[in-house]
């Protein structure tokens, strides 16, 4: 399978010529190669569409919606093929990969009724027969940036309100998964999405996606991705004035009080903290516990983790599948060494997983530490992979304090069947997102998602929020008196 940029409607490789081969992390395996750009093709891409987005403005929004319909429709036809498709160039399990293209059809349906909507406000206006209103407008050529760990979700979240709205993308995905890019691409142009509109350029983050910050006539860069880039990306953005919204990354916690259900807890935790390899900016990375209950929690988890089986994605009954690549495989055995070092107690897993079985492809045992205390390295720092740690506490102060003590806050949970407890955690944890008796995954399309602190910069993907990132508001007053009418002047 071979790759291309699609730009202005056309497949193209890049100027370069340049191609890297893309790698299955389950046995370690060339499935194709993608075409490797730089500046000149982001340029390419940018031009086209700053030409194609003035006619698709001028498209009124519900027939803008009709072609988002469309693409929602052919996402179900091809969702089993891009389900596979997604599992064997991003390692998740086919069961969690299917429920990633789930999201993206959803989100087409959702965006395509916004089409209908694009709410503005009428309001009365302070003179007489005068009337006034505001309304969402296009903002132009807009530039995403996104990572491998959801390579058609993320894509869907920024892409359909973008496009619904009335702007046209740029499209940099992570150069480990581009072969989401090339179906969601061939699907948008099956749908007669006009040329131009949608652009994909594949390549590297320090030359196509900083050529695309950079780019003058980009005039908003969403980003997901990791912290560390976000806030380079946004110091760029900051420098020429330029909007941006950055989804980063989380350090996510269960809270589990002693009233709380031990079995639903650890049914939610082996999901939050192991499903996608833990490779979730909401994976369930801590896991905060009333002291009353430890030692039973830490019993039924391991019990959950032994009947977990590791393996190829493809095949049926493994819930853990491989990680992204070696450089990642390597950098979760550093932090599973720093914990030890820092005095935690491993109970289960820290090692990489080599026996025939796994031969080629990047597996890590998931991995639980207890003893952990809220200073040590694992407890503060975004891990990435399957790797999670017990921290006691006496009271839900105590566990709201430790939950919000991160850099981070995008996701937390609270087990309890005290509804008092619940609401104080739903008021007081510092997070875009709250689960009451549920895990710290598994977001709606529907709502808004991003977080506070380190995790982002007040925007949210999904939901009518995504629409804020993608549009500007425009105030437009109408005097129909027939005489001049001055406001802000006292008579
Ligand atoms: N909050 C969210 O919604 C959310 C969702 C999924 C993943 N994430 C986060 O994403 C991270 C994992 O993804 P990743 O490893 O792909 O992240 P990353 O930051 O390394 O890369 C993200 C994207 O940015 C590009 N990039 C890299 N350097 C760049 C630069 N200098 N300028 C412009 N673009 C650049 C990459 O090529 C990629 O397309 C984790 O931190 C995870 O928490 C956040
Ligand atoms: O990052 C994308 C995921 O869909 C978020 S969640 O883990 O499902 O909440």
């Known amino acids: 399978m071979k790759v291309l940029n699609y730009i202005d409607g056309r497949w193209m490789p890049s100027v370069s010529e340049q191609f890297v081969p893309i790698i299955n992390p389950a046995n370690g395996q060339s499935i194709g190669e993608v075409t490797v750009s730089n500046e000149q093709d982001v340029e390419q891409a940018v031009s086209a569409a700053k030409r194609a987005?003035?006619?698709?403005?001028?498209?009124?929004?519900p027939k803008r919606a009709e072609v988002l319909y469309k693409v929602g429709m052919l996402l179900q036809e091809r969702k089993e093929q891009m389900a596979r498709l997604l599992t064997m160039e991003?390692?998740?399990?086919?069961?969690?990969?299917?429920?990633?293209?789930?999201?993206?059809?959803?989100?087409?349906?959702?965006?395509?009724?916004?089409?209908?909507r694009l709410f503005g406000d009428t309001t009365p206006s302070e003179l007489p027969n005068k009337f006034a209103m505001s309304v969402r407008a296009p903002i132009g050529v807009v530039g995403l940036i996104t990572p491998w760990n959801f390579p058609i979700a993320i894509a869907t979240w920024k892409s359909f309100?973008?496009?619904?709205?009335?702007?046209?993308?740029v499209w940099k995905p992570a150069l480990e998964t581009p072969i989401m890019a090339q179906q969601l691409a061939q699907i948008f142009e099956q749908a007669g999405l006009p040329n131009?509109?949608?652009n994909v350029v594949h390549g590297r983050g320090s030359v196509v996606g900083e050529a695309l910050v950079e780019h003058r006539d980009v005039k908003v860069i969403s980003f997901t991705g990791s912290n560390g880039v976000g806030r380079r990306i946004a110091e760029t953005c900051g420098r020429h004035l330029k909007k941006v919204s950055l989804e980063m990354g989380g350090k996510n916690a269960v809270i589990v009080m002693d009233d709380a259900d031990i079995d639903l807890a650890v049914e939610a935790i082996i999901w939050s903290a192991f499903g996608t390899s833990g490779q979730r900016c909401t994976a369930c990375s801590r896991i905060i516990v009333h002291e009353r209950v430890k030692q039973q929690l830490e019993?039924?988890?391991?019990a959950a983790m032994n009947i977990l089986t590791v393996g190829n994605g493809l095949e049926e009954g493994v819930k853990v599948g491989p990680v992204i690549n070696q450089g990642a495989l390597q950098k979760i055995h550093h932090y599973v060494q720093i914990g030890k070092n820092e005095g935690a107690t491993l109970l289960a897993g820290g090692y990489v997983l080599q026996d025939e079985q796994y031969k080629g492809g990047f597996y890590y045992a998931p991995t639980l530490f207890t003893n952990v205390t809220p200073t040590m390295t694992i407890a503060?720092?975004?891990?990435?992979?399957?790797?999670t740690s017990i921290i006691s506490v006496r009271s839900l102060e105590e566990a709201i304090e430790v939950n919000n003590s991160v850099d981070y806050g995008l996701s937390s949970a609270i087990?309890?069947?005290?509804?008092?407890?619940?609401?104080?955690?739903?008021?007081?944890?510092?997070?875009?997102?709250?689960?009451?008796?549920?895990?710290?995954?598994?977001?709606e399309i529907h709502l808004p998602f991003g977080g506070t602190k380190g995790t982002g910069n007040g925007h949210r993907d999904s939901g009518v929020a995504a629409l804020d990132v993608f549009t500007e508001w425009k105030s437009i007053y109408v005097d129909y008196s027939g005489k001049l009418q001055r406001a802000q002047i006292d008579v």
Request: net charge negative; charged share 25%; glycine share 12%.
């Open 161 to 169: 309100p973008a496009i619904v709205a009335g702007n046209a993308v």
């Open 380 to 387: 503060r720092e975004e891990i990435f992979g399957p790797v």
């Open 90 to 116: 991003m390692g998740k399990v086919i069961e969690e990969a299917r429920g990633e293209v789930q999201e993206g059809i959803d989100m087409a349906f959702y965006m395509a009724g916004e089409g209908r």
């Open 196 to 198: 131009g509109v949608f």
């Open 415 to 443: 087990f309890t069947r005290d509804i008092h407890r619940a609401f104080t955690a739903m008021r007081d944890f510092d997070t875009g997102i709250v689960y009451v008796n549920a895990g710290t995954t598994g977001a």
């Open 53 to 61: 987005q003035k006619a698709w403005a001028l498209v009124p929004a």
């Open 299 to 302: 019993e039924r988890l391991l």
